[in-house]
């Protein structure tokens, strides 16, 4: 069953309160992954997890939304998917000139990236951790 919870940019402190909830019942009902959204809460649902003794990736599996190559540090590894801002912008320059010069524009897909450094080998890279994520609702 997936829980779809939100913690609010402005305070991340939220975090410990939503964790507290989702990891202080018994093993059985707890969440064994996490997706984050934006890899700016990561820090904060990070040492959140840490201090209920769970570790990550070993108790629950985390990913974190992320732009790279600058995603938001975070002192525990964790699996970080997300798109290179790089590649994003060429992929949006190239539509525009294709546009300029009236060339018709379709649809461009840029491929999502992990950090294989941190935690998402486990997972089987990219691939897996795509899999993963989307059988969580």
């Not at 809460?41 to 992320?66: K, M, N, Q, W, Y």
């Not at 732009?67 to 964790?78: D, K, L, Q």
């Amino acid at each position: 069953k997936a829980w779809h919870q939100g913690i609010p940019l402005r305070a991340p402190e939220w975090a410990a309160h939503l964790i507290a909830l989702l990891m202080g019942g018994p093993s059985r009902g707890r969440p064994d992954a996490m997706w984050i959204a934006d890899d700016n809460v990561v820090p904060a649902v990070v040492d959140a997890i840490g201090a209920t003794g769970l570790r990550i990736p070993r108790d629950v599996f985390v990913v974190g939304h992320s732009n790279f190559p600058w995603p938001t540090p975070s002192a525990t590894p964790i699996c970080r998917v997300g798109y290179h801002a790089g590649s994003v912008l060429e992929a949006a320059m190239a539509s525009i000139r294709a546009q300029r010069r009236g060339e018709a524009v379709g649809v461009t897909v840029v491929p999502p990236v992990t950090d294989e450094r941190e935690g998402c080998g486990a997972a089987g890279g990219v691939e897996g951790v795509i899999e993963a994520v989307g059988t969580l609702g």
